[in-house]
């Protein structure tokens, strides 16, 4: 039998289990928020769940803060917030316990608990309809500067996280960004669903810390079967007379054929395109081919050959962007040149994969991400950019324009803005849009018939994403998540 602090399948935010409207969950999100603590707890001591007891005798956040300005929180919080510190066991730093999350290291102390930034008051006013202060600063962000963590709304029981005191604007007004602000359970959630698919780990050495793995072996397993949806998808409105007479079974690349491209051998998009079954068709979308000719993959792998050449100077393993649907039409290109100095229109810039001024040669279409593994910052190896050879938003006046997922306009003059995330809600900066979520969202277009298929597979050019610039933007949108 679990421990009661392991057993949490109740708790977790599901389709069949929704997480609760107008009201402040507090034992299910208790519930939520004394795994993650038991999960540090077992790992920075060497524990195993029997041992778990022990943190029944931890004292609560009252009696922790009880000699430290607790009594500041008089009437100041709802009988729900209330209920929960009582019931939450707090990370004991002194005795070596690790932090709450990895983003986050615990919750915060009661005089920073009720947030006078002005930032935020400016927007709400610092008050609920009963007097109480609107916002509570719940958890605090872990790492950088200008830090700022969870914010708690005790009018609305929702909670953001703005991980820095700049990125406040990315969630207030609140009826403004109504998208970012989410019940506690989702928020503990979806990061206790990052642990479960291996995406965030805990270290097995003295040392122990929260992991951010560049990529895990459940994503490739999602992206995979997300592949094959979509492949599913576009040949079930095919006629067998129009499927091309390849094998469908076969995986669409061997590990020789990525050898001769030279995409890295331990990647995430090498795991995913040696396990994907071949599409018998020729555009997974408007005018995107499906890889068929393994030399002409090789040929257009442009960010490979620029990683040969940078990537001595980096300390960990690089992983350039592979191609992974180019353009029908070879013509089609990205053309990268740009007059405004501090504006990046290569995603990849940063990684030192630098496109000469000029040289217009490397193909438009879908990208895998760049990364260094075992670098220190974050990195989503099963992110993508589409790189489109014409720019969005060239009108920027206009508010029909393409969007990230949290709802702000693109860039003006992005070729890599399409299909991507923007604020990512809880937690994480910026990542890019992942392989998965990309394949469904192209999909759902495919289902409800907004792209048509004809006999090559998806029908029309790649203009079509020109559509995003226009009435159609929201076709174009996912969600932003994590």
């Known amino acids: 039998m679990l421990h009661p602090f392991l057993d949490i399948e109740d708790a977790l935010v599901s389709e069949d289990n929704p997480a609760s409207e107008g009201m402040f969950d507090f034992e299910r999100c208790a519930k939520l928020h004394n795994y993650l603590v038991a999960l540090g707890w077992m790992a920075a001591h060497q524990k195993k769940a029997e041992d778990l007891d022990e943190l029944l005798t931890r004292p609560s956040f009252f009696e922790v803060y009880a000699d430290n300005n607790v009594e500041i929180l008089d009437n100041k919080l709802d009988d729900s917030m209330v209920s929960?510190?009582?019931?939450?066991?707090?990370?004991?730093?002194?005795?070596?316990?690790?932090?709450?999350?990895?983003?986050?290291?615990?919750?915060?102390?009661?005089?920073?608990?009720?947030?006078?930034?002005?930032?935020?008051?400016?927007?709400?006013?610092?008050?609920?309809?009963?007097?109480?202060?609107?916002?509570?600063?719940?958890?605090?962000?872990a790492t950088g500067s200008h830090s700022f963590g969870v914010i708690y709304d005790q009018q609305r029981h929702r909670v953001a996280f703005p991980m820095y005191l700049e990125d406040t604007d990315f969630v207030l007004p609140v009826e403004e960004h109504p998208e970012m602000w989410h019940p506690l359970e989702t928020m503990l959630t979806k990061w206790i669903k990052l642990i479960h698919i291996g995406k965030v780990t805990l270290s097995e050495t003295p040392d122990t810390d929260w992991i951010w793995q560049p990529y895990s072996a459940a994503q490739v397993d999602s992206a995979v079967l997300a592949f094959d949806r979509l492949t599913a998808a576009i040949e079930a409105r095919m006629s067998d007379a129009s499927l091309l007479s390849i094998d469908g079974d076969k995986p669409l690349f061997t590990e020789v054929e990525l050898d001769t491209a030279s995409v890295p051998k331990s990647c995430f998009i090498r795991s995913v395109l040696t396990r994907v079954r071949t599409p018998r068709f020729i555009t997974i979308a408007p005018g995107l081919k499906v890889p068929h000719d393994a030399a002409i993959f090789a040929v257009n792998q442009k960010f490979i050959a620029i990683q040969r050449r940078v990537d001595r100077y980096r300390p960990g393993t690089m992983i350039p962007p592979v191609l992974i649907f180019g353009p029908a039409d070879p013509n089609q290109t990205i053309n990268i040149d740009k007059s405004e100095r501090?504006?990046?229109?290569?995603?990849?810039?940063?990684?030192?994969?630098?496109?000469?001024?000029?040289?217009?040669?490397?193909?438009?279409?879908?990208?895998?991400?760049?990364?260094?593994?075992?670098?220190?910052?974050?990195?989503?190896?099963?992110?993508?950019?589409?790189?489109?050879?014409?720019?969005?938003?060239?009108?920027?006046?206009?508010?029909?324009?393409?969007?990230?997922?949290?709802?702000?306009?693109?860039?003006?003059?992005?070729?890599?803005?399409?299909?991507?995330?923007?604020f990512q809600p809880f937690g994480g900066e910026h990542h890019p849009q992942s392989l998965e979520r990309l394949l469904d969202k192209w999909r759902e277009l495919v289902e409800t018939g907004i792209w048509t298929v004809g006999d090559s597979g998806v029908e029309g050019g790649i203009d079509t994403f020109r559509d995003a610039d226009t009435g159609a933007w929201k076709d174009y949108l996912i969600p932003s998540e994590l």
């Open 342 to 422: 501090y504006m990046a229109l290569n995603p990849f810039e940063h990684m030192g994969l630098v496109i000469p001024f000029g040289d217009h040669s490397t193909p438009a279409g879908l990208y895998s991400e760049a990364v260094e593994q075992g670098s220190y910052y974050a990195t989503n190896e099963e992110g993508i950019w589409l790189l489109l050879p014409f720019p969005l938003r060239v009108d920027d006046w206009s508010e029909q324009g393409a969007r990230t997922g949290d709802r702000n306009m693109v860039k003006r003059g992005t070729i890599s803005g399409l299909f991507q995330q923007g």
């Open 84 to 141: 929960f510190l009582g019931s939450v066991i707090i990370p004991d730093f002194s005795r070596g316990d690790l932090g709450f999350f990895y983003w986050v290291s615990s919750l915060v102390e009661p005089k920073e608990m009720l947030v006078t930034d002005t930032t935020l008051l400016e927007y709400e006013g610092d008050e609920t309809e009963d007097g109480r202060p609107l916002f509570l600063l719940l958890y605090d962000t």
